[in-house]
């Protein structure tokens, strides 16, 4: 993917997202990491460029969350009652997502740096940091609901569903596995080219 492209789309949702948001508060949470990896991106870009297919990945993820921040988790207009739930379950998607795309990340790093060797070590190590960022970021929202009361309900996204967390956990390690599964053929050959 073109870095002009990468870079228009990118802006393009993020200024969508921020037009008229659900709730500014829950729209700034939500898209704080999008623009965090967004600046690592930016500085990291020429000292250790990313393959194509993470790049295209990292993009995804962050209109993610860009959506989610736009709408709040919750309420996702096209989520809404979708195959019957209940609930709107944009959020598991949001953190299948939180284990898909870091374990890209991290296998690409590890790999690259050569700090791992053998491929099942290299998985296990993958999908052990994914699910750390995932429980990491479970008490970045307890946490955040502390301190904030009531204006974190949109933010943690639970919706009354007590399983949230544990759930929010098991999707980003079906994310983790999920990517490792399915993509590291073609990731590695893409990073034979680099």
């Given at each position: ?9 990118y802006s393009?949702v993020?200024?969508w ?16 990491p ?26 995804l ?11 709040t ?30 374990a ?5 790093i ?10 099942a ?14 429980a ?33 956990m ?25």
């Amino acid at each position: 993917m073109k870095l002009y492209l990468w870079v228009f789309i990118y802006s393009a949702v993020l200024i969508w997202s921020g037009i008229n948001p659900k709730d500014q508060f829950t729209w700034f949470l939500e898209v704080l990491p999008a623009i965090a990896g967004g600046l690592m991106m930016a500085l990291t870009y020429k000292q250790f460029r990313l393959t194509n297919l993470l790049y295209i990945f990292i993009l995804l993820h962050c209109i993610v969350l860009m959506v989610g921040g736009h709408y709040t988790y919750a309420e996702v207009p096209w989520f809404d009652g979708l195959f019957g739930a209940e609930r709107n379950n944009y959020d598991k998607v949001g953190h299948f997502f939180q284990g898909f795309v870091p374990a890209l990340l991290a296998r690409e790093i590890l790999i690259r740096k050569q700090i791992i060797q053998g491929q099942a070590w290299l998985s296990f190590i993958v999908i052990s940091i994914c699910l750390a960022f995932s429980a990491f970021y479970e008490l970045i929202e307890w946490w955040v609901a502390l301190a904030t009361g009531e204006n974190a309900e949109a933010f943690l996204g639970t919706q009354g569903y007590q399983w949230d967390t544990q759930s929010d956990m098991a999707l980003a390690l079906l994310g983790a596995i999920s990517a490792l599964c399915l993509l590291s053929r073609w990731h590695n050959k893409q990073l034979s080219r680099l």
